[in-house]
């Protein structure tokens, strides 16, 4: 399968009061795209190795609740991109068509 799905920080885009989005970068046949987490965060509060909101974070309430809501979605994703899979739907698929 050459399908992947990371969550990563829009550093291109900064909002007016300094913060990113937190994007899922979806990558299929060499192809991505974004799909917008709904999450805006200060590159200070982003680990980037770990790929998630530092703990230490304190503009979002409840890091921990902010990083399991976005790993159940990234879960979704996988789960919809391997029933594709197996059902052999998925390399007839453009990366546009997968997001949708």
Same mark, same amino acid.
């Given at each position: 399968?050459? %399908?992947?799905? =990371?969550?990563?920080?829009? @550093?291109?885009?900064? !909002? @007016? $009061?300094? %913060?990113?989005?937190?994007?899922? #970068?979806?990558?299929?046949?060499? #192809?991505?795209? =974004?799909?917008?987490?709904?999450?805006?965060?200060? !590159?200070?509060?982003?680990?980037? @190795?770990? #790929? /998630?909101? /530092?703990?230490? +974070? !304190?503009?979002? $309430?409840? %890091? %921990?609740?902010?990083?399991?809501?976005?790993? !159940?979605? /990234?879960? /979704? +994703?996988? $789960? $919809?991109?391997?029933?594709?899979?197996?059902?052999?739907?998925?390399?007839?698929?453009? =990366?546009?068509?997968?997001?949708?």
């Amino acid at each position: 399968m050459n %399908t992947n799905i =990371v969550l990563s920080l829009d @550093k291109r885009r900064q !909002k @007016k $009061d300094g %913060t990113m989005q937190i994007d899922f #970068r979806l990558g299929h046949n060499r #192809r991505t795209t =974004v799909i917008p987490s709904g999450y805006h965060i200060h !590159k200070i509060g982003w680990d980037e @190795k770990k #790929r /998630k909101i /530092k703990s230490s +974070y !304190k503009s979002i $309430d409840n %890091t %921990t609740r902010a990083n399991n809501l976005l790993e !159940k979605t /990234k879960a /979704k +994703y996988i $789960d $919809d991109i391997t029933q594709l899979a197996e059902k052999n739907e998925l390399n007839q698929l453009s =990366v546009i068509e997968l997001k949708e």
